[in-house]
């Protein structure tokens, strides 16, 4: 198996913070935001191989983070060539990059590089366990807030049936979180999507697109999740994991 966390963003909304520092290497009480989610990841213990793709601008700071952190995992640093929001690949699009720059044949994990959650993955690890695709979703519980967010609607078996990016009427409080699990057969999905010449931006719509074509699921977490958009949501993570420390 292996695992990608998306860190290509430019984070602009976090300006000045982010001006000279990717998001994810970001500190939250003490501890970089991509230093939680490898931890998280290592219930996953076939996972050979953690990619962290990101920019020109900030390839060598993940890099020097990269020297100074002491992993479990084998960890490896993509430079996507980009530098700047004009000429970003996407979301989809570094996914793309990755999958095809180190021809991935397994299965396949994504984390966004801006999550913080205190959810155990070894739920999604049991709940994957006879599924192809499975992004997940957390209830935010607020249909003005889900205004903000990729939204999804589930049968009762939790598989999706329908997914709306930042709608201006939500269907449902189900917003994707940016974690994204594909079985080794179905990750060629994602390079047939970015051939078919659809948008290499926001994740949502790729899964606007796969659950047309295929079966995808989704697995609901519970419990503390921070969404680090802007200087606001950082500042009262940080200051919730100086106090009490989550992870």
Not at 35 to 53: A, P, Q, R
Not at 116 to 122: I, Q, W
Request: aromatic letters at 14%.
């Amino acid at each position: 198996m292996k695992a990608v966390i998306m860190a290509a963003g430019y984070a602009t909304r976090l300006y000045p913070l982010t001006k000279d520092k990717p998001k994810p290497l970001l500190p939250v009480g003490g501890k970089p935001i991509i230093e939680y989610i490898i931890g998280k990841l290592e219930v996953f213990e076939n996972i050979d191989t953690v990619y962290v793709v990101t920019n020109d601008k900030f390839y060598s700071h993940f890099c020097k983070w990269q020297n100074e952190f002491d992993y479990h995992i084998p960890v490896e640093i993509l430079n996507d060539g980009t530098l700047s929001n004009d000429d970003r690949l996407g979301a989809i699009g570094d996914m793309n990059f990755v999958i095809t720059e180190k021809n991935i044949d397994d299965d396949l994990i994504v984390v966004a590089g801006d999550n913080l959650f205190d959810f155990d993955l070894a739920k999604l690890k049991n709940f994957s366990a006879d599924k192809n695709i499975v992004i997940c979703a957390y209830d935010v519980n607020d249909y003005k807030l889900a205004t903000q967010y990729g939204i999804v609607s589930l049968d009762s078996n939790g598989k999706v049936i329908s997914f709306v990016e930042k709608p201006e009427n939500p269907p449902s409080t189900l917003a994707a979180l940016g974690i994204y699990l594909f079985k080794k057969n179905k990750v060629s999905l994602i390079t047939k999507y970015i051939n078919d010449g659809n948008t290499a931006d926001a994740p949502g719509y790729f899964i606007q697109w796969a659950y047309k074509n295929d079966e995808v699921y989704s697995y609901i977490f519970k419990g503390v999740w921070y969404d680090i958009g802007d200087l606001i949501s950082y500042q009262r993570a940080d200051k919730k994991f100086k106090e009490q420390p989550l992870l």
